[in-house]
Each structure stands twice: as C-alpha cells, then as structure tokens.
C-alpha cells in the first residue's frame, strides 16, 4: 500500500510568489489533514478535508493560504502571495477515520522556503 | 486549550542503555495520547497511541509509552537503545473532535 506522498520536496520561491503544495492520501482515506512547521517550533495544524468539504479550517494562517480537494481524492494548498513567515515545513495526513482515536499518517513533507 | 510540552529540545544516551523521551499535556476531556517519530528526511511515522484501558502502551521497534492521569503524562521508553533509534520525535494530543496537537519535539542521540 502506498504511502501518503506530497509534491514538491522542497520549493525555493521570492517573496510575493506564488506556491502549490500537492498531497496524495492513501487510498481511501476520506480525511486529509494539513499541517505545518516553523523550524523549530510545533508542528501545527492547518486544515481538515473530509473527502472534497473542509471540515476545520480553524488554523489557516491567512486568506493568503487557499487548500482545495477537488473529487476528494488529492488536495493541493496554494500561498498566494508568499511571505518570508511562511517558510516551513508542511506536513500532509490522511485517515481512514475521522475519529479522535485513529492515528494519522503523514507524507514526507514539503520543505517551503521564501526568500 | 490542549497542549503539549516536550522538555527536553535533545536526548543524549549510549547505545544499550534505557531511555526515556518526556511528554506532559494539557486537555480538557478525555485525551487519547500519540507518538510519532521523524527520521531525517522522512515523515512522521506513527509509533504508538493510548486511547483507554492499560496504562502501559506498547509500539513499534521495541518503544513502550506509560499513561499517567495524575501526572499528565505519557513518556517514551524504551529498555535498550539501538544507535538507529537517533530521530526526532513528537508527543501528540487530541480530545474530541479538536485537532491534533503537537509537541516541539525531542532530539534523541543515541551514542555508539
């Protein structure tokens, strides 16, 4: 069984950019979490898909930051335009069930930088 | 609000040797307590969860994790460190239906 896998590895972008992450849950999975990490600090919750609704967006950072799963299969998040806070790491999850007790797994993550 | 506190920013221990990484946690509810280990460039890999029932929870690679209500805590533990253990490693809350929340996470080097 595939892992959950996220496009780009890394993306090196200026200042008022645009940037689109990519994430491919596992197969199946109906929720689909972003997440994101500021270098040394907490990972961070972002967002919560259940297939293509958004059930939590409580930690959006901004409207700067649009996530869509169109189908409710992938999703991508776009940072339009990009800010140097915004460098990080982002984590994508899935699970097959949205209850509090299952655990996530997560992708590699994309490592964000804005210069 | 739920959080979570990892003390320690790096564990140093030898190989062969116990180890212990500290997690404590703040939630209201019931909490259902998780682990995830990061290696270098990789993802978050799920090592352990307590959800209810024996306070002494058992995962991946030998990792054992012990729930203590008094205390709010819930410590990584291992008997014998392996060099390959050396990662980065998150403690995790969720209670409800409220998101995941996340340590800063410990560093943990295990010495040859």
């Known amino acids: 069984e595939a892992g959950v896998t996220q496009f780009p590895s890394h993306s090196v972008i200026e200042k008022g950019q645009t940037v689109t992450l990519r994430c491919d849950p596992i197969s199946g999975h109906d929720n689909l979490y972003w997440y994101r990490r500021v270098m040394g600090k907490e990972i961070k919750f972002l967002l919560h898909?259940?297939?293509?609704?958004?059930?939590?967006e409580s930690g959006m950072p901004n409207n700067r930051f649009l996530a869509e799963r169109t189908g409710g299969t992938y999703s991508t998040l776009k940072v339009q335009p990009a800010e140097l806070e915004d460098s990080g790491v982002y984590f994508c999850a899935s699970s097959h069930q949205r209850g509090a007790s299952y655990e996530q797994y997560f992708g590699p993550g994309t490592r964000l930088t804005v210069t | 609000a739920q959080s979570v506190a990892q003390p320690e920013d790096q564990v140093n221990v030898a190989e062969g040797n116990p180890l212990t990484v500290k997690c404590t946690y703040s939630?209201?509810?019931?909490?259902?307590l998780f682990w995830y280990v990061q290696y270098p460039n990789r993802g978050l890999q799920f090592l352990l969860k307590y959800i209810t029932g024996d306070n002494l929870v058992k995962g991946s690679y030998g990792f054992e994790a012990e729930f203590n209500k008094s205390q709010t805590s819930f410590h990584l533990k291992k008997p014998s460190a392996l060099v390959s253990d050396s990662a980065l490693y998150f403690c995790?809350?969720?209670?409800?239906?409220?998101?995941?929340?996340f340590g800063k996470g410990t560093r943990l080097s295990v010495i040859a």
């Open positions: 898909f259940v297939k293509e609704s958004k059930q939590d």
């Open positions: 939630v209201s509810g019931n909490p259902y």
């Open positions: 995790a809350v969720r209670s409800g239906n409220t998101p995941l929340v």
